[in-house]
């Protein structure tokens, strides 16, 4: 079993920054895969990055390549994802996710951070 927390969403203006931070804990976590999603408000969850844990290779979507970094510190067992050049429409509910090695989804959920950029 896997309990993953998140933090670090806030309030930001349009072009600030923020990191978000998700604790894995309770099993070796370097085979998972980690990942964030987002949901907005009458939208559907959707993928923003993830990060192959043991080997540091990351993928983002479209929509935040260029502005969005995720990173990983394998003794704090602390992922991050750095969000440059925020926009409002970056406005989301923010939720990290691990995915076990073997395994097509993701089972594991943090409890979610706000993230919320003004205009």
């Known amino acids: 079993q896997v309990q993953l927390i998140d933090s670090g969403g806030g309030l930001v203006q349009a072009g600030g920054s923020l990191r978000l931070s998700c604790t894995a804990s309770?099993?070796?976590?370097?085979?998972?895969?980690m990942a964030w999603f987002r949901q907005a408000p009458g939208k559907e969850r959707e993928f923003v990055g993830s990060v192959i844990w043991r080997l540091g290779l990351t993928s983002y979507a479209d929509s935040v390549k260029g502005r969005f970094t995720i990173t990983r510190d394998n003794v704090k067992n602390t992922g991050y994802l750095q969000m440059d050049s925020l926009k409002p429409e970056d406005t989301a509910l923010y939720s990290c996710?691990?995915?076990?090695?073997?395994?097509?989804?993701?089972?594991?959920w943090g409890q979610g951070t706000q993230v919320t950029v003004s205009s």
């Open positions: 309770g099993r070796t976590f370097n085979n998972y895969v």
């Open positions: 996710a691990a995915r076990a090695p073997g395994k097509s989804e993701y089972a594991y």
